[in-house]
Every structure is written in structure tokens, then in C-alpha cells.
């Protein structure tokens, strides 16, 4: 199997997931990526393409999004990212797969532990600069995100919505960064691009499956994705550094 083919199994393997929870794409994406590309590399690509779709996403779900919540947490993640692209070029390969792990971890920590959080705007922007110094580290904003929307009982498809909103934004402040940094270039966007149908197919995909979920099917789901990357990151890390 090629690698263009690889690329595009990962990511449309990935979309499903994204379609499902609203922030399963980088989750599975980058680790799934990092088997066989450098992971700077999977995270590149994946920031790409969240920027490609985050139009479409903000143009269909623009009403079920919390734009109050995602204002604060932007402002967050304007100053954390740039701190996670700088992590990012300083970290060899093998402890990057065990940084994303961790993670991970995080954000199934919260999910089993149902984080409540306190009212005001401090913990949004807390989430958003956490969110951010992990999506220019990993591409994956998404852990503070679910932990915060998560304690504020958000509803699951005001949710979902928010996150894959979200996840453009970030996409978006990480941007300048993997320019200045020497990240971007012809053959990464050329493979994102390629990558880009499966990406919306997959998105497609499970979306049909959220709409069967209830509240208590979103969390169960969201918790098993984060369980199985997790576990599958950390085991290709250690296997490296070993």
C-alpha cells in the first residue's frame, strides 16, 4: 500500500469519528499519521485539512454553535499555540507519539471523571490556551475543549457543533506559526489536498451515526476513542524509544 492510500485510509477513518463526536479527527488522525509519516509531518496535515473544511462546518452548524464560549477560548488559545509550535520543533519523534498520548489521556480523564467547572469566563479561557498549546504541539485541541464543554453540560450536538468550530479557529491561530517554523510546503498541502474527499466523506459518514446517539451514546463513544489512541500512541512511542 502507497503511502498517498495510507494517508487517505487514516484520514477517512478519522472523519468518521470527527462526524461522530465533533472532535475525533486529530484524536486519531495524528497518531494514525505518526505510524509512518514524521508526526510534525501528520500534524501539519491535519491542521491543514481542518482549515480546508472549517468553512463548510461554520456555514452548516453555525446556529447550535456557543460563540460566547468559542470567543474566550480563541482568545486562550492565541497565546498558547504559538508556545505549542515551539515544543514542536523541539521534540524528537518517538516522545512526540508519547506527548500525544498523554494527551489523550487527558481528555479521557475528563470524560470519565465529568469535570464540573465553576461559571465566569477564566475557565473558557483556560481550556482555549490549553487547547491551543496542544494543537500547535499536536494538532489536538481537543481535550481541554471536550473538558470544558463537557463540565458545562453543554448539550451534545451544540457540542459537537462548537468543537469542530473550534477546531477550525485553532487550525487557523496555528497556521503562521508552521509557516515561520518551515512547516509548510508543496508536497504536505499536496497530500492534504489529495486526502481532502476522504475527509468529507467521513465526516458525512458519522454524521449519520451521531444522529442515533443519545446523550449517554456521545459520552460512551467519545470516552472509547480516547481510550484506543491513547493506548495505541503510547504503545508506537515506547516501542520507539526502547
Not at 32 to 41: G, I, N, T
Not at 131 to 139: D, K, V
Not at 150 to 165: H, I, N, W
Not at 228 to 242: C, H, K, Y
Request: hydrophobic share 55%; aromatic share 8%; glycine share 14%.
Amino acid at each position: 500500500m502507497d503511502q498517498i492510500t495510507l494517508i487517505c485510509t487514516a484520514v477517512f477513518a478519522a472523519a468518521v469519528l470527527r462526524g461522530l463526536t465533533g472532535f475525533g479527527f486529530a484524536l486519531a488522525a495524528v497518531p494514525a499519521l505518526s505510524l509512518f509519516l514524521d508526526p510534525a509531518q501528520a500534524v501539519t496535515i491535519a491542521i491543514l485539512l481542518q482549515c480546508m473544511v472549517g468553512l463548510r462546518d461554520l456555514a452548516l452548524m453555525r446556529k447550535l454553535v456557543q460563540f460566547r464560549a468559542l470567543g474566550l477560548m480563541g482568545a486562550g488559545a492565541l497565546i498558547g499555540t504559538p508556545l505549542g509550535i515551539w515544543g514542536l520543533t523541539l521534540l524528537p519523534a518517538d516522545v512526540m507519539r508519547l506527548v500525544l498520548a498523554g494527551i489523550v489521556g487527558i481528555g479521557l480523564a475528563a470524560l470519565i471523571l465529568k469535570t464540573r467547572l465553576p461559571p465566569g469566563p477564566g475557565p473558557a479561557i483556560g481550556a482555549g490556551f490549553a487547547s491551543g498549546l496542544f494543537s500547535g504541539l499536536a494538532a489536538m485541541p481537543g481535550p481541554p475543549a471536550i473538558a470544558y464543554f463537557l463540565g458545562t453540560e453543554t448539550p451534545a450536538k451544540q457540542t459537537r457543533a462548537s468543537l469542530m468550530v473550534f477546531f477550525f479557529l485553532t487550525s487557523l491561530i496555528a497556521m503562521p506559526g508552521l509557516w515561520l517554523t518551515g512547516r509548510l510546503h508543496a508536497e504536505t498541502f499536496t497530500q492534504a489536498l489529495i486526502a481532502f474527499p476522504a475527509l468529507l466523506i467521513g465526516t458525512w459518514a458519522g454524521g449519520r451515526a451521531f444522529e442515533k446517539l443519545g446523550e449517554g451514546g456521545y459520552r460512551t463513544a467519545a470516552t472509547a476513542l480516547l481510550g484506543v489512541t491513547a493506548a495505541v500512541t503510547a504503545t508506537r512511542g515506547l516501542a520507539g524509544l526502547l
